[in-house]
């Protein structure tokens, strides 16, 4: 038995006929605005960071290395900084969805936050894994806007807290309580500022010095080892899983879960478009597309007789 889709056609069909489509992205989708992919051969920023001598080079999004060093994150992070204004003719394709009021959920799995520029409502959007919009402190869990942390990334410097230097020079700044008088001419460890004006913890005597420190802004990108946002498991189960009608995935390769799980979890009789430079093959697609994914939005919109609206899409 012949499948019921498989050509280019078939997919401009589907996209038409079709009212809640759920469309999953990945790094692909953002090379044409400069942004390495992951995994993709030479140019994915894994496979250049291997070709370096990184053994492991997913570690670099690994949690517990960060928190143990947060200066291998710091030193290659400008690297994948996001380009805040500029948007590919694949996110223009989204946002033709969501206008024609057919995008269900925008799975992406990108962290820079293109979608936002690309004006895909927050309402349709699941940031899968997190995004350099905003940047959390490891210790006092203060947000700041991401932006906030751009230049320490591009200086390859890891970023501080400032709410956290904040408050540790107003505690300086207050007059410590102490169990002998300042000048007491005992020699044992009464405690003072130290040279590069840390407060030194007053309990200490041993000699072993406690330096309060500032804390380090982490971006609030998804590590590996850390939870997706309840959001996704949210917005998956309860909501999507049921009304979804057709699935697009765009520029991925399907290699980081739970996102991979999805054309799993949803039901076996919601065709699949795989669109991307490279075949998948541990997942069964209904169509697909192979080639640059901006040629291949700008063509399905073509022959759809849709209007893309992009200065890069490709013109039939
Ligand atoms: P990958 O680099 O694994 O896959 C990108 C896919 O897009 C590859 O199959 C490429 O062939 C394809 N591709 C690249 N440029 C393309 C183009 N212009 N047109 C069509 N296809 C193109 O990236 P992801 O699947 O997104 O996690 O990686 C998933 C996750 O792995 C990322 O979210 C990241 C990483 O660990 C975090 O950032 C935490």
Not at 176 to 204: E, F, L, M, Q, T
Not at 283 to 302: A, H, K, P, Q, W
Request: overall charge neutral; aromatic content about 8%; proline content about 6%.
């Amino acid at each position: 038995k012949l499948p019921q889709y498989n050509t280019i056609d078939d997919a401009v069909s589907l996209l038409q006929s079709k009212k809640n489509i759920m469309v999953i992205t990945g790094a692909g989708i953002s090379t044409s605005l400069g942004i390495p992919d992951f995994r993709s051969k030479n140019t994915g920023f894994y496979s250049q960071l291997l070709a370096r001598g990184f053994e492991s080079p997913e570690d670099v999004f690994d949690i517990e290395n960060f928190d143990m060093d947060p200066r291998t994150f710091y030193e290659l992070a400008g690297e994948i900084l996001p380009v805040l204004d500029k948007t590919s003719p694949t996110h223009a394709f989204i946002r033709l969805l969501q206008d024609k009021g057919k995008l269900l959920t925008n799975y992406t799995q990108n962290i820079d936050n293109i979608e936002a520029a690309a004006g895909i409502d927050p309402a349709h959007l699941i940031q899968c894994h997190g995004s350099w919009a905003t940047a959390t402190c490891r210790k006092c869990k203060a947000q700041v806007p991401g932006a906030t942390i751009f230049s320490d990334v591009k200086a390859k410097r890891v970023a501080r807290c400032t709410a956290c230097v904040q408050r540790l020079s107003a505690q300086q700044q207050q007059p410590k309580k102490r169990k002998r008088a300042p000048n007491s001419n005992s020699n044992s460890s009464s405690r003072s500022r130290g040279k590069h004006g840390h407060v030194y913890s007053d309990d200490d005597s041993d000699g072993q010095y406690d330096i309060p420190e500032p804390g380090v802004m982490k971006p609030d990108i998804t590590f590996f080892g850390e939870q997706l946002p309840n959001t996704f498991f949210d917005r998956l189960t309860d909501h999507d899983r049921e009304k979804v009608d057709l699935v697009v995935i765009v520029g991925t390769s399907m290699k980081v879960a739970p996102v991979s799980e999805i054309p799993n979890f949803i039901p076996k009789d919601v065709p699949c478009v795989y669109i991307s430079r490279e075949p998948v093959e541990h997942i069964n697609f209904d169509v697909t597309l192979l080639g640059y994914c901006d040629d291949v939005v700008s063509e399905l919109c073509r022959r759809a007789g849709w209007g893309l609206d992009h200065p890069m899409a490709l013109k039939g």
